[in-house]
Protein backbone atom coordinates (compact mmCIF):
# COMPACT_ATOMS: atom_id res chain seq x y z
CA UNK A 1 0.00 0.00 0.00
CA UNK A 2 1.40 3.79 -1.11
CA UNK A 3 0.77 6.44 1.79
CA UNK A 4 1.88 9.79 1.70
CA UNK A 5 4.59 10.40 4.33
CA UNK A 6 3.96 12.46 7.07
CA UNK A 7 5.38 13.59 10.44
CA UNK A 8 7.66 10.82 12.09
CA UNK A 9 6.70 9.21 15.18
CA UNK A 10 9.51 11.09 16.87
CA UNK A 11 8.53 14.26 15.79
CA UNK A 12 4.64 13.45 17.06
CA UNK A 13 5.93 12.63 20.19
CA UNK A 14 7.79 16.09 20.52
CA UNK A 15 4.93 18.57 20.19
CA UNK A 16 2.95 15.99 22.42
CA UNK A 17 5.98 16.49 24.87
CA UNK A 18 6.04 20.38 24.53
CA UNK A 19 2.37 20.99 23.95
CA UNK A 20 1.54 19.37 27.27
CA UNK A 21 4.24 21.18 29.02
CA UNK A 22 3.27 24.26 27.30
CA UNK A 23 -0.67 23.57 28.81
CA UNK A 24 1.11 22.40 32.66
CA UNK A 25 2.92 25.78 32.09
CA UNK A 26 -0.47 27.64 30.63
CA UNK A 27 -2.38 26.33 33.69
CA UNK A 28 0.24 27.27 36.13
CA UNK A 29 0.82 30.91 35.44
CA UNK A 30 -3.54 30.94 35.46
CA UNK A 31 -3.01 29.79 38.43
CA UNK A 32 -0.45 31.74 39.83
CA UNK A 33 -2.81 34.89 38.35
CA UNK A 34 -5.61 33.65 39.75
CA UNK A 35 -4.23 33.40 43.28
CA UNK A 36 -2.79 37.06 42.97
CA UNK A 37 -5.66 38.65 42.36
CA UNK A 38 -8.05 36.72 45.26
CA UNK A 39 -5.61 36.42 47.78
CA UNK A 40 -2.82 38.93 47.52
CA UNK A 41 -4.08 42.06 49.54
CA UNK A 42 -4.09 45.37 46.91
CA UNK A 43 -1.28 47.17 48.51
CA UNK A 44 0.90 44.27 48.12
CA UNK A 45 1.03 44.40 44.74
CA UNK A 46 1.85 48.19 44.89
CA UNK A 47 5.03 48.66 43.46
CA UNK A 48 7.09 51.95 44.20
CA UNK A 49 8.08 54.11 40.62
CA UNK A 50 8.75 57.71 42.90
CA UNK A 51 5.26 59.01 42.21
CA UNK A 52 1.98 58.65 43.94
CA UNK A 53 -1.02 56.22 42.99
CA UNK A 54 -4.51 57.06 43.09
CA UNK A 55 -6.24 55.10 45.33
CA UNK A 56 -8.12 52.72 44.10
CA UNK A 57 -8.39 48.98 42.93
CA UNK A 58 -7.54 49.47 38.82
CA UNK A 59 -4.38 50.87 39.20
CA UNK A 60 -2.84 48.49 41.54
CA UNK A 61 -4.43 45.33 38.81
CA UNK A 62 -3.28 47.24 36.04
CA UNK A 63 0.15 47.70 37.53
CA UNK A 64 0.15 43.92 37.96
CA UNK A 65 -1.05 42.59 35.01
CA UNK A 66 2.09 44.97 33.44
CA UNK A 67 4.27 43.33 35.37
CA UNK A 68 2.88 39.86 35.45
CA UNK A 69 2.00 39.93 31.65
CA UNK A 70 5.78 39.70 30.46
CA UNK A 71 7.66 37.34 32.95
CA UNK A 72 4.51 34.97 31.94
CA UNK A 73 5.54 35.03 27.75
CA UNK A 74 8.99 34.67 28.72
CA UNK A 75 8.29 31.86 30.97
CA UNK A 76 5.82 29.83 28.42
CA UNK A 77 8.81 30.81 25.74
CA UNK A 78 11.53 28.88 27.80
CA UNK A 79 8.88 25.89 28.13
CA UNK A 80 8.52 26.08 24.57
CA UNK A 81 11.88 24.98 23.41
CA UNK A 82 12.63 23.29 26.63
CA UNK A 83 9.92 21.06 25.55
CA UNK A 84 10.73 20.90 21.73
CA UNK A 85 14.74 20.39 22.77
CA UNK A 86 13.81 17.89 25.62
CA UNK A 87 10.91 16.32 24.05
CA UNK A 88 13.23 15.31 20.83
CA UNK A 89 15.88 13.94 23.04
CA UNK A 90 13.58 11.69 25.39
CA UNK A 91 11.62 10.28 22.17
CA UNK A 92 14.62 9.22 20.60
CA UNK A 93 15.58 7.52 23.37
CA UNK A 94 11.99 6.08 23.82
CA UNK A 95 12.24 5.15 20.13
CA UNK A 96 15.63 3.78 19.73
CA UNK A 97 14.63 0.39 20.44
CA UNK A 98 12.01 0.38 17.70
CA UNK A 99 14.17 1.58 15.41
CA UNK A 100 16.26 -1.36 15.99
CA UNK A 101 13.45 -3.45 15.78
CA UNK A 102 12.64 -1.96 12.04
CA UNK A 103 16.09 -2.54 10.84
CA UNK A 104 15.68 -6.43 11.73
CA UNK A 105 12.67 -6.34 10.13
CA UNK A 106 13.92 -4.68 6.72
CA UNK A 107 16.74 -7.53 6.90
CA UNK A 108 13.79 -10.05 7.43
CA UNK A 109 12.15 -8.85 4.55
CA UNK A 110 15.81 -9.10 2.51
CA UNK A 111 15.80 -13.21 3.66
CA UNK A 112 18.38 -12.72 6.42
CA UNK A 113 16.57 -14.76 8.91
CA UNK A 114 19.39 -15.27 10.76
CA UNK A 115 19.48 -11.94 12.20
CA UNK A 116 18.45 -11.55 15.82
CA UNK A 117 17.31 -8.31 17.91
CA UNK A 118 18.45 -9.35 21.35
CA UNK A 119 17.63 -5.88 22.84
CA UNK A 120 19.42 -5.74 25.99
CA UNK A 121 17.50 -4.12 29.68
CA UNK A 122 15.28 -5.23 31.44
CA UNK A 123 11.33 -6.44 30.30
CA UNK A 124 9.14 -3.71 28.66
CA UNK A 125 6.48 -3.73 26.33
CA UNK A 126 9.27 -2.90 23.56
CA UNK A 127 11.39 -5.83 24.77
CA UNK A 128 8.53 -8.26 24.55
CA UNK A 129 8.41 -7.56 21.15
CA UNK A 130 11.85 -7.45 20.29
CA UNK A 131 11.82 -10.86 21.76
CA UNK A 132 8.71 -12.47 20.26
CA UNK A 133 10.13 -10.76 16.97
CA UNK A 134 13.27 -12.64 17.51
CA UNK A 135 11.27 -16.32 18.11
CA UNK A 136 8.82 -15.80 14.94
CA UNK A 137 12.67 -15.23 13.00
CA UNK A 138 14.13 -18.45 14.47
CA UNK A 139 11.27 -20.44 13.87
CA UNK A 140 10.77 -19.40 10.25
CA UNK A 141 14.71 -19.62 9.62
CA UNK A 142 14.45 -23.41 11.04
CA UNK A 143 10.69 -23.90 9.18
CA UNK A 144 12.90 -22.59 5.87
CA UNK A 145 15.56 -24.92 6.78
CA UNK A 146 13.62 -27.66 7.08
CA UNK A 147 11.37 -26.79 3.58
CA UNK A 148 14.70 -26.91 1.72
CA UNK A 149 15.76 -29.94 2.85
CA UNK A 150 12.40 -31.61 2.20
CA UNK A 151 12.48 -29.85 -1.52
CA UNK A 152 16.04 -30.99 -1.92
CA UNK A 153 14.90 -35.05 -0.71
CA UNK A 154 11.74 -35.05 -2.60
CA UNK A 155 13.66 -34.22 -5.90
CA UNK A 156 16.01 -37.06 -5.05
CA UNK A 157 13.78 -39.31 -4.64
CA UNK A 158 11.12 -38.13 -7.42
CA UNK A 159 14.17 -38.51 -9.28
CA UNK A 160 15.16 -42.34 -8.51
CA UNK A 161 12.01 -44.00 -10.44
CA UNK A 162 12.35 -41.71 -13.14
CA UNK A 163 15.90 -42.46 -13.78
CA UNK A 164 14.93 -46.12 -13.53
CA UNK A 165 12.13 -46.10 -15.99
CA UNK A 166 14.56 -44.28 -18.50
CA UNK A 167 17.53 -46.64 -17.57
CA UNK A 168 14.47 -49.79 -18.29
CA UNK A 169 13.85 -48.64 -21.10
CA UNK A 170 17.13 -47.95 -22.62
CA UNK A 171 17.93 -51.60 -22.07
CA UNK A 172 14.73 -52.41 -23.80
CA UNK A 173 15.44 -50.73 -26.82
CA UNK A 174 19.01 -51.89 -27.66
CA UNK A 175 17.97 -55.82 -26.49
CA UNK A 176 14.86 -57.06 -28.56
CA UNK A 177 14.98 -60.53 -27.09
CA UNK A 178 14.25 -59.21 -23.72
CA UNK A 179 11.09 -60.39 -21.73
CA UNK A 180 8.74 -57.31 -22.21
CA UNK A 181 6.41 -58.35 -19.39
CA UNK A 182 9.24 -58.59 -16.87
CA UNK A 183 9.76 -55.23 -18.71
CA UNK A 184 6.15 -54.13 -17.89
CA UNK A 185 6.02 -55.42 -14.50
CA UNK A 186 9.32 -53.60 -13.05
CA UNK A 187 8.24 -50.47 -15.23
CA UNK A 188 5.12 -50.73 -13.50
CA UNK A 189 6.66 -51.28 -9.97
CA UNK A 190 8.76 -48.47 -10.49
CA UNK A 191 5.55 -46.17 -11.31
CA UNK A 192 3.39 -47.38 -8.94
CA UNK A 193 6.38 -45.98 -5.93
CA UNK A 194 6.61 -42.37 -7.84
CA UNK A 195 2.36 -42.14 -7.52
CA UNK A 196 2.62 -43.38 -4.06
CA UNK A 197 6.11 -40.53 -3.00
CA UNK A 198 3.46 -38.28 -5.61
CA UNK A 199 0.25 -38.21 -3.39
CA UNK A 200 2.11 -38.29 0.10
CA UNK A 201 4.14 -35.35 -1.05
CA UNK A 202 0.11 -33.59 -1.81
CA UNK A 203 -0.93 -35.27 1.54
CA UNK A 204 2.20 -33.54 3.45
CA UNK A 205 1.22 -29.88 1.90
CA UNK A 206 -2.23 -29.92 2.73
CA UNK A 207 -1.70 -30.63 5.96
CA UNK A 208 0.57 -28.57 6.48
CA UNK A 209 -1.42 -25.82 4.86
CA UNK A 210 -4.29 -26.74 7.23
CA UNK A 211 -6.58 -26.62 4.39
CA UNK A 212 -9.32 -29.16 6.17
CA UNK A 213 -12.46 -28.90 7.52
CA UNK A 214 -12.36 -29.69 11.68
CA UNK A 215 -15.03 -32.18 12.80
CA UNK A 216 -16.12 -34.08 15.72
CA UNK A 217 -13.79 -37.40 15.55
CA UNK A 218 -13.57 -40.32 17.93
CA UNK A 219 -9.78 -41.28 17.99
CA UNK A 220 -11.02 -44.99 18.88
CA UNK A 221 -13.41 -45.65 16.01
CA UNK A 222 -10.28 -44.68 13.53
CA UNK A 223 -8.12 -47.36 15.59
CA UNK A 224 -10.59 -49.77 15.27
CA UNK A 225 -10.94 -49.11 11.33
CA UNK A 226 -7.55 -48.81 10.66
CA UNK A 227 -6.25 -52.49 12.24
CA UNK A 228 -9.19 -54.06 10.47
CA UNK A 229 -8.11 -52.71 7.57
CA UNK A 230 -4.52 -53.60 7.72
CA UNK A 231 -5.52 -57.06 9.72
CA UNK A 232 -4.56 -59.07 6.34
CA UNK A 233 -1.28 -57.42 6.33
CA UNK A 234 -0.77 -58.36 9.96
CA UNK A 235 -1.16 -61.89 9.00
CA UNK A 236 0.76 -62.18 6.18
CA UNK A 237 3.82 -60.81 8.13
CA UNK A 238 3.07 -63.00 11.59
CA UNK A 239 2.10 -59.88 13.46
CA UNK A 240 -0.53 -60.01 16.10
CA UNK A 241 -2.49 -57.13 16.62
CA UNK A 242 -4.16 -56.31 20.33
CA UNK A 243 -6.60 -53.67 20.39
CA UNK A 244 -8.16 -51.61 23.34
CA UNK A 245 -9.34 -48.17 25.06
CA UNK A 246 -11.32 -45.61 25.77
CA UNK A 247 -13.42 -43.48 23.73
CA UNK A 248 -11.38 -40.72 22.70
CA UNK A 249 -13.24 -37.72 21.20
CA UNK A 250 -11.52 -34.74 19.29
CA UNK A 251 -12.28 -32.14 16.69
CA UNK A 252 -10.08 -32.51 13.62
CA UNK A 253 -10.33 -33.83 9.40
CA UNK A 254 -11.47 -37.56 9.92
CA UNK A 255 -9.61 -38.12 6.55
CA UNK A 256 -6.39 -37.25 7.47
CA UNK A 257 -6.42 -38.39 11.52
CA UNK A 258 -7.24 -42.36 9.49
CA UNK A 259 -4.11 -41.85 7.20
CA UNK A 260 -2.28 -40.55 10.51
CA UNK A 261 -3.56 -44.18 12.56
CA UNK A 262 -2.95 -46.06 9.39
CA UNK A 263 0.33 -45.20 8.60
CA UNK A 264 1.32 -45.32 12.27
CA UNK A 265 -0.51 -49.36 12.76
CA UNK A 266 1.60 -50.04 8.70
CA UNK A 267 4.73 -48.36 10.07
CA UNK A 268 4.35 -50.68 13.03
CA UNK A 269 3.70 -53.45 11.51
CA UNK A 270 6.10 -53.47 8.77
CA UNK A 271 8.78 -52.74 11.20
CA UNK A 272 8.54 -55.89 12.95
CA UNK A 273 10.16 -58.83 13.72
CA UNK A 274 10.49 -61.46 11.40
CA UNK A 275 8.01 -63.43 12.93
CA UNK A 276 5.77 -63.50 16.02
CA UNK A 277 5.70 -59.83 16.44
CA UNK A 278 2.97 -58.14 17.96
CA UNK A 279 1.40 -54.28 17.82
CA UNK A 280 -0.57 -52.69 20.32
CA UNK A 281 -3.15 -49.99 19.83
CA UNK A 282 -4.65 -48.05 22.19
CA UNK A 283 -6.77 -45.06 23.11
CA UNK A 284 -6.43 -42.70 26.45
CA UNK A 285 -8.68 -39.77 27.32
CA UNK A 286 -7.54 -36.98 29.79
CA UNK A 287 -9.58 -34.11 30.76
CA UNK A 288 -7.31 -31.69 28.91
CA UNK A 289 -6.59 -34.53 25.69
CA UNK A 290 -6.70 -37.72 23.90
CA UNK A 291 -4.17 -40.06 23.18
CA UNK A 292 -3.45 -42.58 20.67
CA UNK A 293 -0.73 -45.22 21.44
CA UNK A 294 0.70 -47.61 18.68
CA UNK A 295 3.96 -49.95 19.69
CA UNK A 296 5.44 -53.07 18.92
CA UNK A 297 8.16 -55.26 19.02
CA UNK A 298 11.15 -55.60 17.09
CA UNK A 299 15.21 -54.62 17.10
CA UNK A 300 16.41 -52.33 19.52
CA UNK A 301 16.52 -48.48 18.31
CA UNK A 302 18.62 -46.29 19.95
CA UNK A 303 17.68 -42.94 20.91
CA UNK A 304 19.41 -40.88 18.55
CA UNK A 305 17.97 -42.77 15.65
CA UNK A 306 14.58 -42.71 16.92
CA UNK A 307 14.49 -38.50 17.37
CA UNK A 308 15.49 -39.06 12.89
CA UNK A 309 12.39 -41.14 12.16
CA UNK A 310 9.68 -38.17 11.27
CA UNK A 311 11.82 -36.75 9.35
CA UNK A 312 11.02 -36.69 5.30
CA UNK A 313 12.58 -39.84 3.93
CA UNK A 314 14.70 -41.26 7.10
CA UNK A 315 14.43 -44.88 7.32
CA UNK A 316 16.36 -47.33 9.94
CA UNK A 317 19.71 -48.39 7.92
CA UNK A 318 18.13 -52.25 8.48
CA UNK A 319 15.04 -51.33 6.76
CA UNK A 320 15.79 -49.80 3.52
CA UNK A 321 16.13 -52.79 1.36
CA UNK A 322 12.94 -54.56 2.52
CA UNK A 323 9.77 -54.61 0.35
CA UNK A 324 7.88 -52.55 1.92
CA UNK A 325 10.22 -49.59 2.44
CA UNK A 326 7.53 -47.27 1.67
CA UNK A 327 8.69 -44.03 0.31
CA UNK A 328 9.81 -42.45 3.44
CA UNK A 329 7.24 -40.49 4.42
CA UNK A 330 5.10 -42.45 6.74
CA UNK A 331 6.11 -40.80 10.30
CA UNK A 332 6.82 -37.58 9.25
CA UNK A 333 3.52 -36.88 7.26
CA UNK A 334 1.89 -38.68 10.73
CA UNK A 335 4.20 -35.75 12.53
CA UNK A 336 2.54 -33.28 9.89
CA UNK A 337 -1.49 -33.90 10.54
CA UNK A 338 -0.06 -34.09 14.07
CA UNK A 339 0.94 -30.94 13.87
CA UNK A 340 -1.83 -29.56 12.27
CA UNK A 341 -4.63 -30.39 14.34
CA UNK A 342 -2.40 -28.78 17.56
CA UNK A 343 -1.08 -31.68 19.06
CA UNK A 344 1.78 -33.56 19.81
CA UNK A 345 3.99 -36.95 18.25
CA UNK A 346 6.52 -38.95 20.64
CA UNK A 347 8.58 -41.97 20.07
CA UNK A 348 10.39 -43.86 22.47
CA UNK A 349 12.64 -46.76 21.99
CA UNK A 350 10.71 -49.28 23.65
CA UNK A 351 13.72 -51.76 26.54
CA UNK A 352 12.63 -54.99 24.73
CA UNK A 353 12.53 -53.48 21.30
CA UNK A 354 10.52 -51.74 18.79
CA UNK A 355 9.10 -48.22 20.02
CA UNK A 356 6.29 -46.60 21.10
CA UNK A 357 4.64 -43.72 19.01
CA UNK A 358 2.20 -41.66 21.47
CA UNK A 359 0.28 -38.45 19.52
CA UNK A 360 -1.69 -36.30 21.83
CA UNK A 361 -4.61 -34.40 20.69
CA UNK A 362 -7.34 -32.00 21.98
CA UNK A 363 -10.18 -33.00 23.59
CA UNK A 364 -13.06 -32.05 23.14
CA UNK A 365 -16.54 -33.17 25.05
CA UNK A 366 -18.56 -36.04 23.86
CA UNK A 367 -21.83 -34.85 22.42
CA UNK A 368 -24.71 -35.91 24.94
CA UNK A 369 -27.21 -38.10 24.49
CA UNK A 370 -30.43 -37.47 23.58
Do not use: C
Not at 85 to 112: F, K, N, Q, Y
Not at 137 to 146: D, G, M, N
Not at 189 to 215: G, H, P, Y
Amino acid sequence: MTRRRGLSVRAKLTLSYAGFLMLAGVLLLAAVWVFLLRYVPDRALIVSTGTDLTDGVFPVRSNLLHVFAPRAFAVLAFLLVFGLVGGWVLAGRMLAPLTRITEATRLATDGSLSHRIRLPGRKDEFRELADAFDTMLARLEAHFAEQRRFAANASHELRTPLAVSKALLDVARTDPDRDVDELIDRLRTVNTRAIDLTEALLLVSRAEQRSFTREPVDLSLLAEEATETLLPLAEKHGVTIETGGDITPTTGSQTLLLQLTMNLVHNAIVHNLPDGGTVWVSTAAHPEAVVLTVENTGERISPQLASTLTEPFQRGSERRHTDHAGVGLGLAIARTITQAHDGTLTLTPRAEGGIRITVELPATSPPAAG
